[in-house]
């Protein structure tokens, strides 16, 4: 009696009431089961249209998984009855705690989901004694929950970036809503081609396009062209988080090349575990790290070159006037072209054929926030980490959009957890 008493404090169904309570074996496992009962005259929704409709038969009882009570797993029972539509024919009724096939109700999925955004999904299933496939089915529910449900107001800034997923065999597209306040993953897709962006523009639509002020995008030739066909009217900005990432792969190439002249020559490797040090910003160097690039500074190695061009560099993003900044990228780009350095001549090339877009940096500064999209990144990579098991690409941007998409959920009378 108690336990119904709580249950209608937490969740009320219109037109059903709890029934009796009892103990019994579940798969082998003592469970707690709770009758559902349709109330006295109810008639049946159907499915289809969700009118109420009259009973043409009853199926068997079914159980449907209830949020666990003091560690006993708890189901509803309940025979579901078969509505005769006159529009549909004879369906099976919609329910309100369940929907179709499912064997969880609503609200032990958005239980799971939430405990699958704390912890790991394979730790979610082992504390809840369920499989790693229910965990991605409840995440599933609430991701496309929350992707209908969510709105599109006040998107101005976006944010593309690409992430290279299973051991850069393959890619996937990222979109990130970046306006201050309200940074959020918006939309995935695989590869990172023109069809790819194209597939966001057109699921994004027109009218949301056609108010985008700022797109930040790095130098990959198939976004550039799909952002100026489908968003002209927006700043795109080539970001110093992009361009920079640029300048760190030539760096880790032309090391790379080195430390196989080494090997070659049968040269010590004095690149050896100091990759971080090439790639880090000095300032966020460790004492023993700063010591040890001074160590490697001595060298004439190719490698220091490349880091020395790209501090070089980072002067650039100081400037205040596009003018300025745009004299400074003519100079850069003449010494880096006159140095035998391949990796970097390719990244000044690069800077050299998109300086206008470049320079949008400037006209945005102080509008548009450098570290959004690599903060955005970085919790994308961090997920991509924790998602041991996720072996597909579908299964892996259902991730990403859970821990990203700040999606909204299903409401409840009660929090849960
Ligand atoms: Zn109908």
């Known amino acids: 009696m108690l336990i119904k008493t709580l249950l209608n404090k937490v969740e ?33 929704i159907c499915p289809e249209c969700g009118k109420r409709r009259t009973v043409y ?15 006993f797993k708890a189901y509803f029972r309940y025979a579901p009855r078969r509505v005769k539509c006159p529009e549909h024919g004879v369906k099976v009724e919609s329910l309100p705690w369940a929907y179709g096939k499912e064997r969880m109700t609503f609200s032990y999925q958005v239980f799971l989901s939430r405990w699958a955004k704390r912890l790991s999904w394979k730790e979610t299933a082992d504390i809840f004694e369920t499989s790693w496939d229910t965990v991605f089915r409840a995440v599933k529910f609430v991701v496309d929950y929350g992707l209908a449900h969510r709105s599109l107001e006040g ?22 809503q970046v306006n201050a306040g309200a940074r959020r993953l918006l939309w995935s897709g695989p590869e990172r081609r023109v069809k790819t962006l194209l ?32 968003a002209p009217q927006a700043l795109n900005i080539l970001d110093r988080f992009h361009i920079m990432r640029k300048f760190n792969e030539a760096i880790d190439e032309i090391r790379r090349d080195e430390v196989k002249q080494f090997k070659a020559n049968g040269q010590e490797n004095v690149l050896e575990r100091k ?56 100079n850069w780009v003449t010494r880096t072209l006159q140095t035998d350095l391949e990796p970097m001549k390719k990244v000044a090339k690069m800077l050299r054929k998109h300086k206008p877009l470049v320079l949008n940096w400037f006209k945005a500064k102080g ?28 299964c892996l941007q259902i991730a990403l959009y859970h821990e990203l998409g700040k999606l909204p959920e299903p409401e409840y009378l009660h929090r849960f957890c």
């Open 12 to 44: 009320r169904f219109k037109s059903f009431v709890y029934g009796s309570t009892c103990v019994k074996l579940v798969d082998g496992v003592e469970a707690l089961v709770i009758d559902i009962e349709p109330r006295r005259n109810s008639r049946p």
């Open 57 to 71: 038969d009853h199926q068997p009882e079914r159980l449907f998984e209830y949020l666990p009570i003091w560690s």
């Open 155 to 176: 998107v101005t800034e976006i944010g593309v970036d690409e992430i290279a997923v299973f051991k850069g065999h393959k890619y996937l597209t990222l979109v990130y």
């Open 199 to 230: 597939r966001f523009f057109h699921e994004f639509g027109p009218e949301n396009s056609a108010k985008l002020q700022f797109i930040c995008s790095d130098m990959w030739a198939p976004y550039l062209k799909v952002i100026a066909r489908k």
């Open 275 to 330: 990759r971080w040090l090439l790639l880090k910003r000095p300032e966020n160097l460790s004492e023993k790290q700063t010591a040890g690039l001074g160590e490697l500074l001595k060298l004439n190695l190719a490698s220091i070159k490349g880091y020395l061009m790209r501090e070089d560099f980072q002067r650039f993003w100081e400037y205040q006037r596009p003018d300025f900044a745009g004299k400074f990228l003519d």
């Open 367 to 394: 509008e548009i926030s450098s570290g959004a999209v690599e903060g955005l990144n970085l919790k994308a990579k961090l997920t991509m980490r924790k998602a041991f098991g996720f072996r597909t690409l579908k």
